[in-house]
């Protein structure tokens, strides 16, 4: 049985802890910057020790995860280094490559989990089935894909130089589309629509879209006054947010996006130009 220590009792590592318990892996030790996380961490996971410092947890697995935020990695993994000499050490970011983690005579491991994990039990719940790229050695591979499959999980291979790519697209698709979904609701407010109600008025069509990007593709499922070229309605628009400087920036960022699409999709080049033009006319410098 393989012995398991999380140093960053977070989100992601309370997440993964309670699942690795449940595939046979046992926890032994768990250490974070304060106590009352390993408290809140044995709650879930209810096996292993709570530990004083980071290197005694590291001393105690024979697979030391890292689930700090990213900014300390670096520094944790220098200071449990003088113990991880024949372990495996694995981090979760997924901007970051192995190579911040250096630590003489460990096999590493960059294992991101493709998922939003705003609390443990949405973690547990949701990561068995998500995609988690692995950045590693060839040699660590077999190990880190068979961690992966152990929790439910469907490992990709990554390189260093796609990580940095597949973590902008990541925070795209997970944290952007939530910005969007909060700055679509400032509208309503700056028009005196409750906010609840607004929520059940953009759900349906938030829902509707994702699932036709996984049934038809993107070019497939766009609609809108840009696909039918509808000139006057962008027009419309961009003279309300006139007052709303920034929104306005974005939404001619992302009309710009949407215009290719709709070329793509099969919008006149005619239409095309005069859109482009009108929205080129509105960017302030
Ligand atoms: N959440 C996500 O959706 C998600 C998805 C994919 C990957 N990740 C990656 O997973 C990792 C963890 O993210 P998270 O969302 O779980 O963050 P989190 O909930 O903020 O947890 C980070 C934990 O690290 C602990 N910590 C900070 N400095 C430390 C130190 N010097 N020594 C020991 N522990 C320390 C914190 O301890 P205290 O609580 O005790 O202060 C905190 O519990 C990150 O690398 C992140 O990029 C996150």
Redo the contacts with the bound molecule.
Sequence with gaps: MKKVSI?????????LAVLLKRSGYRVVAV????????ESFMRYVKQGRICDS?AEAAKLGEIVF?????D??E??CK?IAPVLSGKLVI??????TTDVMKAKGARKAAI???????CVGK?VKSLPGSHFDVQCDDETFAFAKKLVHDIGGIPVRISREQKVFNHIA?CMI?NFSVALFTIALELYKDVGIDEAEAVDMLMPMFEENVRNIRNVGAIESLTGPIERGDINTIKKHLAALGKVRWIKALYICLARSTLKLAEKKGLELGKVSNIKALLKSHIVR
């Design positions: 140093i960053g009792a977070g989100n992601v590592g309370t997440s250490s974070s910057r304060t106590i009352k996380s390993c980071n890292i689930t700090t935020n990213d300390v990695i520094e944790v200071e981090h979760c970011s997924g901007a970051l991101h989990p493709m998922q939003a994990i705003p973690g990541s997970s």
